[in-house]
């Protein structure tokens, strides 16, 4: 019997399919091989016990025995401390990872969120918020591509840091947000062309598509 859980949603809706964060979560368990299964709150409602594993009333969150965690990026570094295939075991190795994690989340992510919430509501016309959003991400996307251009992946070996950037960048490609930055679109490519990605990713649509089976 499996002692790690990952949490998400009983449904979601057509669009975030295949991009639902807990997928971050089924990729590096799969890297790991670790043992798992997924349980599944409800969409429609979020219920008391939700809010106590996630206190947004969001997805996902783990359970390793005793101990609950949200937070994509919190959930991927404890993970990280159960194998070397997601967080290099050196000191500077573990600490070049770390900070790239964090760089995905609070540098990158920052970005793309916003950029790509106006690309969902398609309001990317001429308005001086969209212009602010889209010079930020671009500003990003620029350094980055700098450092992809160097490197197969962010921190020496594949690691949890190439997990969420990988998975920060794939949102923006998907609004065609990288055509000018070939280095990030191939670091995506190489990323998401991994068996752990293809597999999670899979899992994912089979999930929801299930779910819809169940409602009709
Ligand atoms: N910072 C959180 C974000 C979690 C998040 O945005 N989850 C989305 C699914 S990918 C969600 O639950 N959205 C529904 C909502 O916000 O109500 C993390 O990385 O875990």
């Known amino acids: 019997m499996t002692d790690l859980i990952v949490t998400t949603y009983d449904w979601v809706p057509k669009v975030p399919r295949g991009y639902v ?9 799969k890297e790991a091989g670790l043992p798992y ?28 025995g005793d101990m609950s965690i949200f937070e994509s990026g919190a959930i991927l570094l404890h993970l990280g401390h159960r194998s070397d295939n997601l967080l290099p075991d050196d000191p500077q ?29 398609g309001d990317v016309g001429e308005s001086a918020a969209w212009t602010r959003t889209d010079a930020f991400l671009q500003s990003r996307l620029q350094r980055l591509e700098t450092v992809l ?3 197969q992946w962010l921190a020496g070996p594949f690691c949890v840091a190439d997990i969420l950037m990988a998975d920060v960048l794939r ?16 670091y995506v490519g190489r ?10 990713h899979a899992e994912q649509i089979a999930h929801y598509e299930a779910a819809d089976r169940s409602r009709a």
């Open 149 to 151: 251009a160097t490197g």
């Open 21 to 29: 964060r807990d997928l971050r979560i089924c990729w590096a368990l």
């Open 171 to 186: 949102l923006v490609d998907r609004f065609d947000g990288l055509a000018a930055y070939p280095a990030c679109r191939a």
């Open 191 to 200: 990323a998401i062309s991994r068996p752990a990605f293809l597999k999670a």
């Open 93 to 121: 190795g573990r600490n070049a990872a770390i900070a790239w994690v964090i760089a995905a989340l609070n540098s990158v992510e920052m970005a793309s969120v916003p950029w790509s919430l106006f690309h969902f509501s």
């Open 37 to 64: 299964r997924v349980e599944t709150t409800p969409f429609a409602t979020r219920e008391a016990d939700h809010l106590a594993h996630q206190p947004f009333a969001q997805v996902p969150w783990l359970t390793d």
